[in-house]
């Protein structure tokens, strides 16, 4: 009898049949097209699911969504050089929680494409996390911004063409305080009642650009939402959007986009403006778009959203997206919590418990 003949069968006294065997690497029994599927997808697949971002932390005050919309994929028929050459480099990361008055986020962008890029980029992401973990909370954008580009230049290496842009944003959910550092990244919007504005405009260059390293704090601006206000972060792959022609999704198209939607629930304003640049493009985004929006809620205490992930394009059947925030299946004393940087997947509460220390002190 060979080793799993007696899988799968009922037994005699009625008892479920005995799980088999987990189907060898390579072969997927849900699908039943992978064993068909170029290796170079698969990279790319796996690629895709260590950037894709963790879900957006529940922080009281705060609602944040966040859509990550890899470039378009290349035809079917094209070589397999090709399948791996598409994939990009940008990245989302969250930190925060329910027992937190703030939230974090970093979002960035490494040059170029293909797999020198994606590895980079997902170097850089958990290398990010590592830091995270030991700076002060509220996390201070400026200091950590000095740490990554220290950091980040010693990854990038002596390659004069490869770079990575940052944004490194803290938000309050009590005072609705935003400081924020930026280099090389597009400066994000701030959605108010009566208008749209870029009021957040101070660049250092981008990572890379110089391989000068930085020995104090770099600099960092504050703006304030107020109740009801939100600030939209996003790639270049929505400012760099263009059509066949040439005609780029300029600002003052962005500006009259969320115009329109700047009433909707935070996750479907990022899908409907997403839905805008392909419209205007005329073909699905041809570079990574990643966007993000935290809005301060007008009523804290009141029933809110959940902060959600939008999935804009799943993760292919066999390789699950990799989330390090919120699991369903946690044990009890494991609450709803924040990625531990660098470290494991959750907090637990004596993490919490020390981050909450470090942020009253």
Partial sequence: MSGDAGYGRSMPDGRPPIAGPPPPPGRSDGDPDAAARPAERQVVDGFRALLAPPPP???????????????????????????????GGDFVDFFGGPRLSHAAVIMGDISGKGLQAALQAIAAKYMLRGLVSSERWPLPPGSLLMD???????????????????????????????????????????????????????????????????????????????????????????????TSAGDYYEETRLEAALEELRGMPAAQLLERLLADVTAFTGHPPSDDVALVLIRRLVDPRGPAARSRRVAAQPAPPDRPPYSPGLHRDRPSDIDQSPTVPGHSSRYGRSDYEQLQRREDA
Avoid at 74 to 80: F, K, N, P, Q
């Fill in 57 to 87: 932390p529940d922080v009281p005050g705060l609602e944040i969504a966040c859509l990550y919309q890899p470039a378009a994929p290349m035809s079917a028929g094209e070589s397999g050089d090709a399948v791996v050459a598409d994939i």
């Fill in 148 to 242: 990554a580009t220290n950091a980040l230049l010693t990854l990038l290496g002596d390659d004069p063409g490869r770079f990575v842009t940052l944004a490194i944003v803290s938000v309050g959910g009590r005072d609705g305080l935003v400081a924020v550092s930026l280099a090389g990244h597009p400066a994000p919007a701030v959605i108010r009642a009566d208008r749209i504005e870029r009021p957040l405009q101070f660049l250092m260059p981008a990572i890379g650009v110089t391989s000068d390293a930085e020995l104090q704090a770099l600099p960092s601006e504050e703006v304030r939402l107020d109740p009801g206000d939100a600030l939209l972060l996003f790639t270049d792959g929505l400012s760099d959007a263009h």
